[in-house]
């Protein structure tokens, strides 16, 4: 079974640009989450989507947004880069809601570089 | 407030010498304990989910344990491809998130 596929791996923008990553569940998934780590500050919740709906956001400004689609697949979207923003930004889904005890399952990531 | 404690940050051990990596966590809202493997550059490899005090789960040379405050990664025997980043995360009800340490990072050297 596909687990969860991320585009594009890596890429590099620049600053005051906007960026969006997708991300695509495992089959069957309802729940995709998504979270940025950098190495001073560890793995960061971001937010997470079930039903289409948001359910929780984390700690981060109005730039980072996101969606979810009827298929599930997720897109989050960041908008006037800053370089504070260079990441690997991942995605998680889970069958059922993460808070809820459902094990998350992560894609390989992408490394958005801001210069 | 709900938190998820990792320890030792770091851990250097000889190949086949068997040691732990500790996780601790707040009680109130947990709903489970995940383990996690990363290696640089990828994604958290899923090791373990574990719900209940007393639990364990075992994977080729990794064994999961949890008691009612923390949760212990036994590591029998390993290997260099052992080594990478382990951590720990637990999904609380109370936050409506899963909250990570900040990981061990295992090198093990032949």
């Known amino acids: 079974k596909a687990g969860v596929t991320q585009t594009p791996r890596y890429l590099i923008k620049t600053r005051g640009q906007q960026v969006t990553l997708s991300c695509s569940p495992i089959?069957?998934?309802?729940?995709v989450s998504w979270y940025q780590q950098t190495p001073g500050q560890g793995l960061q919740f971001l937010f997470e989507y079930f039903s289409e709906t948001q359910r929780n956001k984390g700690n981060f400004p109005g730039r980072f947004s996101g969606r979810q689609f009827s298929n599930s697949r997720s897109e989050m979207n960041v908008s006037t880069l800053e370089l504070g923003d260079s990441a690997l930004y991942l995605c998680?889904?889970?069958?059922?809601?993460?808070?809820?005890?459902?094990?998350?399952?992560f894609g390989e990531g992408s490394w958005l570089t801001v210069v | 407030e709900d938190q998820v404690t990792q320890s030792p940050e770091a851990l250097r051990l000889q190949e086949g010498e068997s040691s732990s990596l500790n996780c601790s966590y707040t009680v109130s809202g947990l709903r489970g304990l995940f383990w996690y493997r990363q290696d640089p550059g990828k994604g958290p490899e899923f090791l373990f989910t574990?719900?209940?005090a007393g639990e364990e789960k075992e994977k080729e040379r990794l064994k999961a344990t949890l008691t009612k405050k923390e949760s212990f990664l036994h590591i029998t025997a390993p290997k260099p491809e052992d080594s990478a980043t382990y951590l720990c995360a637990g999904p609380y009800s109370s936050a409506s998130k899963i909250i990570f340490g900040s990981g061990t990072r295992l090198s093990i050297r032949p």
């Open positions: 089959s069957g998934h309802r729940s």
């Open positions: 574990l719900y209940s």
């Open positions: 998680a889904s889970s069958l059922g809601q993460a808070h809820s005890g459902n094990t998350i399952y």
